[in-house]
């Protein structure tokens, strides 16, 4: 009999629930280091390490403590699955490709205990860091002089059997605890190889740094690491550059090409066998009768003025009509033109869409290069650029600004421009966008940078 569909998938839960438990707590450990290297110069999460203010610390303190629950919940959840369930097959395989494919290259697959081991043995790493932060300080109990002559008298009824056995208590308990302490110091020393300079601060860290630099300079291998670094940066930023220009100059290229030579014959046949209307809109047809009538208001005044010979009134309307022949003609290919640009924007928009989804490794190689580039500014040009892009578009003059735009808009596809839905338009849109943009600061730029937001923030003030 075979087993129905809910019930494999619910086995299938249950028998990945040990792996779930660890790939979660070893996530949350690896963003605990992240956090650590990127702010705390790989030193633990501490006030000592960081030279931040009350804000800042409150919330890394805060991302610690989430990280560290998120760890303990999980790796109890691991615990309790893996005593009950099988975590997975011993399965052990390396794969060496030839050499001519690429240099250098393989493949290894290696088995998930192994991997199993390494995610248990950092999580452990992470915790005792935090362990020993956390553990309360060691209570030590001293005696004066006069109290341990005292502790050493004898006394009647063998009280200096029990003085003497208290003070071997107290000392074997120090002695023992000095040893857990020295075995847990060379177990982590052990288990975590880095440098102890970067946990215990006896020389400053840009001197270590320097050391560091030095070494690696002194490394044989330093300059084709080098070479190699440069060509992979070098050929990211070719391919994000050219995938940008191709973002601009495809749906140009697109536009032009279909308005010209696909849509705009189609467009010119069909309105010149059905007679279409010269205007598309009652805006378009006031514009051209206002058009009409400065020119032949503007006749008569040079006439009146003396600036032009008088004209008698039969030659002032064959003026007037050649004038409004000319009009006719002018709205006539502009709103032509108009239904030729709302196509071709079509398969501009389709090209560009096109584009993205097929591209989906330039794009992200893309996002990359403009994160390097943003991120790679100083705070306050991260902070200049921010309110440079707020205060134009969610600003208090940017109102102007998105009428001008919709109304260019409305122009080039040949719609009339609503003002209702454009007042409508810029009472809405800005302020979501507004509050977007705030939202953005508030979860993402503040982790990334709190620097940059407190720079923002200052000169925003």
Do not use: C
């Not at 008088?310 to 032509?336: D, F, G, N, W």
């Not at 719609?415 to 839905?421: G, Y």
């Amino acid at each position: 009999m075979q087993t129905p569909g809910f019930l494999r998938k619910a086995q299938q839960w249950l028998t990945q629930t040990p792996e779930r438990a660890l790939d979660q707590a070893y996530e949350a450990a690896m963003m605990i280091d992240a956090i650590e290297k990127e702010y705390f110069g790989g030193n633990p999460i501490s006030p000592k390490y960081g030279n931040y203010g009350e804000s800042a610390l409150t919330y890394f303190q805060g991302e610690l403590k989430k990280y560290l629950n998120l760890i303990r919940l999980r790796m109890a959840e691991f615990r309790i699955a893996n005593s009950v369930l099988r975590v997975s097959d011993p399965k052990i395989m390396e794969i060496q490709l030839p050499a001519p494919l690429e240099e250098g290259f393989s493949i290894d697959v290696i088995d998930k205990p192994a991997v199993f081991f390494r995610k248990l043995r950092f999580i452990d790493e992470v915790l005792a860091r935090y362990d020993a932060i956390e553990a309360p300080p060691e209570r030590t109990i001293t005696l004066s002089e006069a109290d341990s002559q005292a502790a050493l008298q004898p006394a009647s009824n063998g009280s200096i059997q029990v003085a003497n056995s208290q003070t071997d208590g107290v000392l074997k308990a120090s002695s023992n605890s000095a040893k857990s302490k020295t075995t847990a110091d060379n177990q982590s020393d052990s288990n975590r190889p880095e440098a102890l300079s970067n946990r215990v601060s006896v020389l400053p860290r840009s001197i270590l740094r320097t050391v560091d630099r030095i070494r690696q300079d002194l490394d044989p291998q330093a300059e084709q690491q080098v070479v190699k670094n440069f060509r992979s940066s070098k050929t990211k930023t070719t391919t994000a550059i050219k995938f940008l220009l191709l973002l601009v100059i495809v749906p140009l290229l697109t536009q032009q090409f279909t308005k010209n030579f696909v849509v705009g014959p189609i467009v010119e046949n069909i309105r010149d066998r059905t007679h279409a209307e010269v205007f598309l809109n009652l805006e378009m047809e006031e514009e051209a009768l206002h058009e009409l009538q400065q020119f032949e208001e503007r006749l008569r005044f040079e006439v009146l003025i003396g600036k032009a010979e008088p004209l008698p009134e039969r030659e002032i309307e064959e003026s007037v009509r050649e004038k409004a022949t000319e009009i006719e003609e002018e709205y006539r290919h502009r709103s032509a033109d108009s239904v030729k640009n709302l196509f071709a924007d079509m398969f501009a928009v389709a090209a560009f869409a096109t584009l993205l989804l097929s591209s989906k490794r330039e794009v992200s190689t893309l996002k990359g290069f403009m994160d390097e580039i943003v991120y790679g500014l100083s705070d306050s040009a991260k902070a200049f650029i921010i309110i440079l892009f707020t205060d134009i578009f969610v600003g208090f003059h940017s109102p102007h600004g998105w009428e001008v735009l919709l109304e260019g808009m409305s122009r080039h596809l040949g719609f009339p421009a609503d003002r209702d839905f454009i007042f409508l338009f810029i009472a809405t849109f800005p302020v979501i966008l507004d509050t977007v943009f705030k939202y953005w600061i508030f979860r993402y730029l503040n982790r990334i940078s709190p620097s940059a937001v407190a720079t923002y923030r200052n000169m925003n003030e």
